[in-house]
């Protein structure tokens, strides 16, 4: 399984509200952990395949047809802001212990 999947996969089993972004990539890797993501509630965004440098992708998400969002990498940006103020439980994010993931990073 692509990293990417595994990832979007976590997302899906832990919060209802998250978000999936797809950005530039070969291959159809993010495509099955997005659909988990929009199964469990979440929203789906996906990078202009016409933008991207490397469109694969971005192009099989949205060939999924549960993307929610497809724009330029800047208005994913503006987008992707827009939407976690909306949504009550992402302040949660920010409790969230930021340990683990400075040990994962090596950091």
């Known amino acids: ?11 899906a089993a832990s919060r209802t ?5 797809i950005l530039s990539g070969e291959g159809s890797d993010g495509a ?3 659909r988990a993501v929009k ?3 979440g929203v789906i965004l996906a990078q202009n395949p016409e933008e991207a440098q490397h469109s694969g992708m971005p192009a099989a ?8 969002i497809v724009a330029s990498s800047s208005a994913l940006a503006e987008r992707l802001s827009i939407i ?19 040990r994962i990073l090596g950091l």
């Open 39 to 41: 199964v469990a509630g």
């Open 32 to 34: 099955d952990g997005a």
């Open 84 to 102: 976690a103020s909306s949504r009550p439980n992402m302040a949660m994010v920010d409790a969230v212990d930021e340990e683990p993931i400075y």
């Open 17 to 21: 509200d998250g978000i999936a972004v």
């Open 1 to 11: 399984m692509a990293p990417i999947n595994r990832l979007f996969e976590s997302v």
């Open 61 to 68: 998400v949205i060939a999924t047809g549960i993307v929610d």
